[in-house]
């Protein structure tokens, strides 16, 4: 079955970086486009940021634009996403998340907490 499992979240100061990684399988990661996510504490789903399958183009959020890299290595089949100049806005559970042929999501991770606070 699909699996997406997201590592890499912790605690960390404003202005500082944290890079999250998800290892995915069960499908043919190579052949989809993925994307991260994240929900802030009593809020709804963000959407953050997305790749396409070969990982040459990408696209990002207003809020994260400039500050967040989102990246994949297909060889070893995983995502990832280099967070920099952290905000305390940007404290939430962040998911990894498959695509579909279209431009949508039909799968995710279990979530990684990041927490952004002096």
């Known amino acids: 079955e699909v699996q997406l499992v997201e590592s890499g979240g912790g605690l960390v100061q404003p202005g500082g970086s944290l890079r999250l990684s998800c290892g995915a399988s069960?499908?043919?990661?190579?052949?989809?486009?993925m994307g991260w996510v994240r929900q802030a504490p009593g809020k709804g789903l963000e959407w953050v940021s997305d790749i396409n399958s070969g990982g040459d183009s990408t696209n990002y959020a207003a809020s994260v634009k400039g500050r967040f890299t989102i990246s994949r290595d297909n060889a070893k089949n995983t995502l990832y996403l280099q967070m920099n100049s952290l905000k305390l806005e940007d404290t939430a559970v962040y998911y990894c998340?498959?695509?579909?042929?279209?431009?949508?999501?039909?799968?995710w991770g279990q979530g990684t907490q990041v927490t952004v606070s002096s």
């Open positions: 069960g499908f043919t990661y190579n052949a989809y486009h």
């Open positions: 998340a498959k695509g579909t042929a279209g431009p949508q999501y039909d799968y």
